[in-house]
């Protein structure tokens, strides 16, 4: 009977992050993390072009309103999903497969629950919601509609979250790639049939294009499944594995502990980001159109942070799992350096060219352009310094040090950018706005850099090794019927 820790053979899409060249392994890692953030932000555009070319402004503002309420329910899960990542990988790390079950289960179980609750609830406050946002009266009717829909439509979008952020903890970041294509090629496709309507499809208006997104994230959930138990992929559960998906009470607990923070940090982006577009708006329509536009752009420059920081993330728990700390920093070092090749070449890139990218978002409005292009010179290449803040804090928070990045984050984003922008704005204007995203950035950058030096956080551990029982319901597992030895990199 093969032991439970050992190491088996890695199969198409896994990678041993312990082992092998850190620069080549993290790259590789990150660049179908890097698509599946491209594919998603497509997938939203392009539905909304159907929408406003089918439906009109009304329909476009109705699902503007209801995605804030989305992303604050994303939000609340982000972290728990972060916070099984970093178990996963560690376990992984150390080679305990079983350990690797018994999070997903645990956190399957709570994103189920948690699944339940946002369609119940959802259905029945979702009016209240969007009276407490001061939803147009115009637009009310339309917003009701397709946010009810959109709520029945989050249990396989949580669900496939998880088993996706779970596959990146094992190594395996190309899986995710291509179910995120699935779920994004039928979401498009769905899109204009059933809001138009074709032949025996009836035309369904705006709930047409959230019943898209429900069958588009069912496809994606199901096959999703589908492919780890026909590959009997690491986080799959079989026979007696089943029971792990009833929340154990210590793991639950070390996952909303973790979890709650990092879902904390999407909050305080999304205030800071609300409190700014209230200072942007004092200045007329055509500079919010203009910052409109800015921000189109950043949402793909931030892009390559962000999935370096999530390969990062992933390789760093598997090494500290492993015990291999003389890569951790490394693999920093590596993700830092491949965020200043990758971001800071997308900055120089749309510096060059921002004038013709931005013409796609203002059309002929010279004055918007204008003004963005500013925006954009004064502010774009701040996401360099984010970047490195990513990188850093994406490491600490492999090792279960998730409230110094929270508490950097809150000031960065409150105190410095927010309160640097209300304070210089009555003397020059909006570029105080402008300028205090590259404020914000560097004072998040140093004192991340601060945090990753001298924080502490190479002390902690959350992730024990397992009990005499544990080994044993290990060795059970692998006499399970259809069980084989799992990939683990």
Same mark, same amino acid.
């Given at each position: 009977?093969?032991?439970? +820790? ?31 953030? &491209? ?54 790390? =150390? ?10 289960? +645990? ?31 115009? &637009? ?27 596959? =990146? ?8 790639? @291509?179910?995120?294509?699935?779920? !994004? ?24 294009? #959230? ?18 138990? #026909? ?22 607990? %070390?996952?909303?502990? @973790? ?7 999407? *909050? &305080?982006?999304? +205030? ?15 500079? %919010? #159109? ?41 693999? /920093? ?10 971001? $800071?070449?997308?900055?120089?890139? *749309? ?5 013709? &990218? ?7 409005? /010279? $004055?918007?352009?204008?003004?963005? /292009? ?84 190479? @002390?902690?551990?959350?992730? %024990? ?10 060795? @059970? ?7 084989? !030895?799992?990939?683990?990199?």
């Amino acid at each position: 009977m093969p032991d439970a +820790t050992e190491t088996p053979e890695p199969r198409t899409g896994q990678r041993d992050l312990t082992t092998g060249p850190i620069g080549k392994t993290l790259l590789a890692f990150a660049l179908p993390t890097l698509g599946s953030s &491209v594919l998603q932000s497509l997938n939203g555009s392009i539905n909304a072009v159907w929408i406003g070319q089918f439906l009109g402004e009304r329909a476009l503002a109705a699902t503007t309103n209801a995605n804030i309420i989305m992303f604050l329910l994303v939000a609340a899960v982000f972290g728990f999903g972060m916070a099984s990542t970093i178990l996963i990988g560690q376990n992984m790390g =150390r080679r305990d497969i079983d350990a690797v079950r018994r999070v997903l289960g +645990t956190s399957f179980g709570l994103f189920t629950i948690i699944s339940v609750l946002t369609v119940g609830i959802g259905w029945l406050v979702a009016p209240a919601i969007l009276r407490v946002l001061a939803t147009p009266a115009e &637009v009310y009717p339309l917003a009701l509609a397709y946010l009810r829909v959109i709520f029945v439509a989050m249990p396989a979008g949580f669900l496939t979250v998880l088993l996706t952020m779970a596959l =990146r903890g094992t190594g395996d970041s190309l899986t995710p790639l @291509k179910f995120m294509a699935l779920g !994004s090629v039928v979401d498009v496709a769905l899109n204009p049939l059933l809001i138009r309507g074709w032949g025996p499809i009836p035309a369904l208006g705006i709930e047409g294009s #959230a019943l898209a997104t429900l069958i588009a994230n069912t496809v994606s959930f199901v096959a999703l499944l589908a492919y780890i138990y #026909a590959r009997d992929l690491p986080i799959r559960l079989r026979g007696a594995e089943l029971r792990y998906i009833l929340p154990d009470r210590a793991l639950l607990k %070390t996952i909303v502990v @973790k979890g709650v923070p990092m879902g904390l940090q999407m *909050l &305080v982006v999304s +205030t800071s980001a609300l409190a700014m577009i209230g200072l942007v708006n004092r200045h007329g329509t055509t500079t %919010t #159109a203009a910052y409109g536009a800015a921000n189109q752009l950043w949402t793909y420059v931030q892009m390559p942070a962000m999935a370096v920081g999530a390969a990062v993330s992933a390789m760093a728990a598997q090494n500290i799992g492993a015990g291999r700390w003389d890569r951790v920093d490394r693999i /920093t070092r590596a993700g830092l350096m491949m965020n200043l090749a990758l971001t $800071g070449g997308l900055v120089a890139l *749309l510096t060059l060219l921002d004038r013709h &990218v931005l013409w796609l978002f203002l059309g002929q409005d /010279t $004055g918007a352009i204008g003004i963005a /292009t500013r925006i954009n010179l004064i502010a774009g290449w701040s996401f360099i310094l984010f970047g490195v803040s990513m990188v850093l804090s994406a490491t600490v928070r492999a090792n279960g040090a998730v409230v110094g990045p929270l508490l950097i984050l809150a000031v960065a984003m409150g105190p410095v950018r927010f309160g640097l922008a209300y304070a210089l704005e009555p003397m020059i204007g909006a570029d105080a706005i402008w300028w205090s995203f590259p404020a914000g950035s560097l004072a998040s950058m140093l004192l991340t850099i601060g945090y990753y030096l001298h924080g502490g956080w190479r @002390k902690g551990r959350i992730v %024990t090794e397992p009990a005499a029982h544990d080994a044993g319901e290990a060795a @059970k597992a692998d006499c399970e019927p259809a069980s084989r !030895s799992m990939p683990v990199g």
